[in-house]
T-cell receptor, first 112, second 109 residues
């Protein structure tokens, strides 16, 4: 158990819909990272937040947005969903003192 | 060409064999991670390296910064080692993790 929690575990929705994925980092970790793992693209970095502020941005689509709240939990919002958005979405967290990232169990999103 | 290349893509072994998985990268890095992803999907961070060698149980990771190459070794492999092993580098310029495509390892009893 990494100490990072993600909800929900599974999500099935239709094209055009909007969903919110939630991540709670390990206690004390200020950084939260979001990753997408699809069958054809492998793991890809989406976005990083540090103590509520956006720190780095990767291959995140404009239809996707994220935020980190004062209690350090983070949400990834995916809108106007397409079939190709079906993937595993991982959240990871790290402390200020290390680059080691601890991964949550992931949310499996299926868009029908 | 991918910035992080892993070899082999697939690997099968008999229990007890010594396993080596290789990772080459083409960008400047501040650290390199080895991750393990089990069939259920969960990802575990095995090692983070910026130089030299690290050992944890039957796992050994090495990195050669000059050659931009890292290896993950598994000694006395066991069926429970069956997983996808992913190399990821932390880009020095962008501070972002760039992932290899993974090596799928199957260890048979």
């Amino acid at each position: 158990d990494s100490g990072v929690t993600q909800t929900p575990k599974h999500l099935i929705t239709a094209t055009g819909q909007r969903v919110t994925l939630r991540c709670s980092p390990r206690s004390g970790d200020l950084s939260v990272y979001w990753y997408q793992q699809s069958l054809d693209q492998g793991l890809q970095f989406l976005i990083q937040y540090y103590n509520g502020e956006e720190r780095a941005k990767g291959n995140i689509l404009e239809r996707f947005s994220a935020q980190q709240f004062p209690d350090l939990h983070s949400e990834l919002n995916l809108s106007s969903l397409e079939l190709g958005d079906s993937a595993l979405y991982f959240c990871a967290s790290s402390g200020w003192y290390t680059d080691t990232q601890y991964f949550g169990p992931g949310t499996r999103l299926t868009v029908l | 060409k991918n910035e992080v290349e892993q070899s082999p893509q697939n690997l099968t072994a008999q229990e007890g064999e010594f396993i080596t998985i290789n990772c080459s990268y083409s960008v400047g890095i501040s650290a390199l991670h080895w991750l393990q992803q089990h069939p259920g999907g969960g990802i575990v961070s095995l090692f983070m390296l910026s130089s030299g060698k690290k050992k944890h149980g039957r796992l050994i990771a090495t990195i050669n910064i000059q050659e931009k190459h890292s290896s993950l070794h598994i000694t006395a492999s066991h069926p429970r080692d069956s997983a996808v092993y992913i190399c990821a580098v932390l880009s020095y310029n962008t501070d972002k993790l760039i992932f290899g495509t993974g090596t799928r390892l199957q260890v048979f009893p």
